[in-house]
């Protein structure tokens, strides 16, 4: 058969209708304002200041929220510090194991409020905060809880002890799933936590710490501060910290790591990444797609391990491409609290500027843009699902991290070309490949220099699965029995 | 009429071979009663660089190398340095230390690689897991080395702490650039000589002599260097590597002030999880 045969040419998009499906917000109850959570209550900040938080989707706010000054992340690493003296860093593992367990099953019991909650103020599919994040998010909690009095036997040898307090900052991609990333390893390792949420996600944290509240956890051990930069930087330079843990950009993450030179804090940094996604000519061509699309399009793309640089086998790219076309068109934009969404909002106003300024760089230097002709609603921040092709190794949207719905198309001829091009980044968070072929996934899964490989699969994430990057993706692994060591005394 | 001895000449090691400084320059070498034993070259920046080029490029293939092999070959440098006894501990003498003592360290330095050669083919048992997640897959962590590694050695015990401090570097898979020791570097040149009659491929291990403050920046700057051990360097030194580490997300290990200790965790310190999912099925 001829290969031109092979090669169809794309059918017209189809017809989908869907019904609006729309979840119901009845189930979230916001407050107007909110304090900031310092040893087991909320307290007016002692800086004055408040700011809104809005949904993206409709750009109309929320609620506000307080901005903690310097005098307020004194506060809250008070508070910590004594709960640490005084209760949780000698209390013994089976009791903090307890403590841990009933916020992992009053999660799970308040799943659905906290679900919409999140899609409200962050804008992702109610159908990813719903069976995604908050799924992880209880079955995070259960998982340590369970390490909290059996800690002697992950690490043979070292005899574990927590450091201390931990201030923590994480991103607006996947509020309660960060948070859950930081606060369950650290309050099971026996340390106490200071949280920074995302200055436009701070609901869920703010209402997750009420919960933890509900649930007895003693006054100070959690404490959650909301602000912008200027806070998070309080927090990590606070002398009175013995540990920070940092999930965010590469450029920030190397900010706060400069600050830190010389405190002798322990850190660890999950960064950034632009992950390769590599596709064979023996893939299952349809499931690929499929792994493709949730590489990219998961979140928006706001992920820090989304797959990014889509490089597909030479004999297969023309016709991977016209498929992917098809089913870019397919996707649903809009409303994030429509059941039927695929593509959310974009998280803010600024994360939307810089989406569309590196997508027209992509166009200035010369990639070949493709996007579905989808309707985005009037308000809100939307962008719609983007590809290049046509892209070359030194075009900015193959190196930098968008973090948005553009995914960068190259292609490559031999395995050996493929992990060439694919560790061509100073990034390592992530990678992608799919093949038939049982030792080429493990050849490759060798060289991919990548904290995590997704062999046949992509996006997938799991509380006993350690993630973390390699190069300038940052240090330290969240998840698994290896979560642990970052938040506990040992070798540094 | 008494024979005229012939002397050595100290030069730097890299890429497996013995060359002299590319500056030309030397720095003299002290007794501890400030006699000058020798000259030895004093690397420049330029040689640091050659260093760390020879360092990646031999990285990937030591690191392919079975477990068993990397072992065997760690062993190997235990045979030559018990070979070489004599020679470490005259140069410890030299250094200040007593005769029992310099025995001891040049006993301990040869059991610790001993130690470390025997963990190349066991700690992805220790420290890898195939994680139990909630799904289908088979889902495994295993560790990896972390690729070029600027090893700051202790300036004593010059033998004993550069043996700490090298072998769980190298043992994983790892390249390593190292500033010996600044005020006794004779130690670090013999071992270098050691490892050039090991099997170690020529680029895993490079030995620079000179001046670490001089030295340590261009490492920590260095954009192609993946993690520094600093336990050799002073607070001074340390925050000014700590700055340059900045730059490319570099690894910092040494900072608990152990010198001379042994641990699979100084291992495992200079490794990279890497987990890996795949679908299970029909």
């Not at chain 1, 405190?263 to 493709?292: M, N, R, S, Y």
């Not at chain 1, 597909?312 to 397919?330: A, G, P, Y």
């Not at chain 2, 690191?63 to 072992?71: F, V």
């Amino acid at each position: 058969m001829a290969k031109a045969e092979l090669l169809q040419a794309p059918s017209p998009p189809l017809d989908w209708k869907y019904a609006p499906s729309r979840e119901s917000t009845d189930i979230v109850s916001l407050n107007e304002r909110y304090g900031l959570f310092i040893g087991g209550a909320f307290r007016a900040p002692l800086s004055k200041k408040y700011f809104p938080t809005i949904n993206p989707a409709t750009e109309k706010p929320l609620a506000e929220v307080a901005e903690a000054g310097e005098k307020d992340v004194n506060r809250a690493v008070k508070a910590a510090r004594s709960a640490y003296d005084d209760s949780w860093g000698s209390m013994p593992g089976k009791e903090r194991a307890k403590y841990l367990f009933r916020i992992a099953r009053m999660v799970q019991e308040r799943s659905r409020e906290l679900a919409v909650l999140e899609t409200m103020d962050g804008g992702k599919p109610i159908k990813e905060s719903r069976d995604v994040d908050l799924p992880l998010v209880a079955a995070h909690f259960f998982y340590y809880a369970g390490w909290a009095d059996k800690l002697e036997y992950a690490f043979p040898g070292l005899d574990p002890k927590p450091l201390g307090v931990a201030g923590q900052v994480i991103p607006w991609n996947f509020p309660m799933m960060m948070l859950a990333w930081k606060v369950a390893p650290a309050l099971a390792t026996g340390n106490t936590v200071v949280l920074k949420p995302a200055e436009t996600t701070p609901l869920s944290a703010l209402t997750f710490a009420a919960l933890a509240a509900e649930a007895g956890l003693p006054p100070g051990v959690l404490n959650v501060i909301t602000g912008a930069g200027a806070t998070g930087s309080s927090l990590v330079n606070h002398p009175d910290v013995d540990k920070v843990a940092f999930t965010g950009s590469t450029a920030v993450g190397k900010l706060i790591r400069n600050s830190l030179a010389g405190t002798g804090k322990k850190v660890t940094l999950e960064l950034g990444g632009k992950a390769a996604h590599v596709i064979f000519d023996d893939a299952p061509i349809d499931q690929a797609i499929e792994g493709v699309i949730n590489g990219i399009f998961f979140n928006q793309g706001h992920v820090c391990c989304a797959g990014s640089r889509l490089f597909v086998q030479e004999s297969i790219h023309d016709r991977f491409v016209d498929k992917l076309k098809r089913r870019l068109s397919t996707l649903r934009v809009g409303d994030p609290l429509d059941k039927n969404t695929d593509v959310g909002a974009i998280n803010s106003a600024e994360q939307l500027a810089k989406i569309s300024e590196l997508v027209e760089i992509g166009r200035a230097e010369g990639a070949e843009m493709f996007q579905p002709d989808c309707v985005l609603p009037r308000n809100g921040f939307f962008f719609r699902p983007t590809l290049f092709t046509g892209v070359s190794q030194s075009h900015r949207i193959a190196q930098e991290e968008i973090f948005g719905p553009v995914l960068s198309i190259m292609s490559f001829r031999t395995p050996e070309e493929a992990i060439e091009k694919a560790n061509n980044t100073p990034y390592g968070l992530s990678a992608g490949v799919w093949t038939s072929k049982g030792s080429r996934i493990l050849w490759m899964a060798d060289r991919l220099q990548a904290g995590v490989v997704w062999a046949n699969t992509y996006n997938k994430f799991d509380p006993a699965s350690p993630f973390g990057g390699y190069k300038e993706s940052g240090f330290g692994r969240e998840g698994g029995r290896h979560g642990l060591l970052a938040y506990l005394q040992g070798i540094s | 009429m008494s024979r005229l001895d012939v002397r050595k000449t100290y030069k730097l090691y890299i890429n497996g071979e013995f060359p002299r400084s590319e500056s030309g320059r030397t720095y003299p070498a002290l007794d501890s009663d400030g006699e000058v034993l020798a000259r030895v070259a004093l690397a420049s920046r330029k040689d640091l660089r050659e260093a760390v080029r020879a360092a990646r490029t031999a990285q990937a293939k030591w690191a392919e190398r079975s477990g068993y092999n990397r072992g065997q070959i760690l062993y190997r440098i235990a045979e030559i340095m018990e070979d070489r006894r004599a020679t470490f501990e005259e140069q410890l003498e030299d250094g200040g230390a007593t005769a029992v003592r310099a025995r001891t360290e040049v006993a301990n330095s040869i059991d610790r690689m001993v130690w470390y050669a025997g963990w190349a083919d066991k700690f992805s048992q220790v420290f890898g897991n195939l994680n139990p997640v909630a799904g289908p897959f088979f889902n495994i962590s295993a560790p990896e080395p972390t690729g070029v590694v600027g090893v700051i050695a202790p300036r004593a015990p010059s033998l004993l702490g550069l043996v700490s401090r090298l072998a769980p570097v190298i043992v994983s898979g790892n390249a390593a650039v190292v500033l010996a020791s600044e005020t006794q570097p004779m130690p670090a040149i013999t071992f270098a000589e050691v490892l050039e009659s090991s099997d170690v491929p020529p680029g895993v291990v490079n030995v620079l002599t000179g001046s670490q403050s001089e030295l340590a920046p261009w490492l920590a700057d260095h954009m192609d260097v993946n993690a520094i051990d600093l336990a050799g360097a002073d607070d001074h030194l340390r925050l000014r590597i700590e700055q340059g580490a900045v730059h490319n997300v570099k690894r910092l290990i040494g900072t608990d002030g152990n010198l001379d200790g042994q641990s699979p965790y100084l291992i495992a310190a200079f490794t990279e999880t890497k987990t890996v999912w795949h679908p299970k099925g029909l």
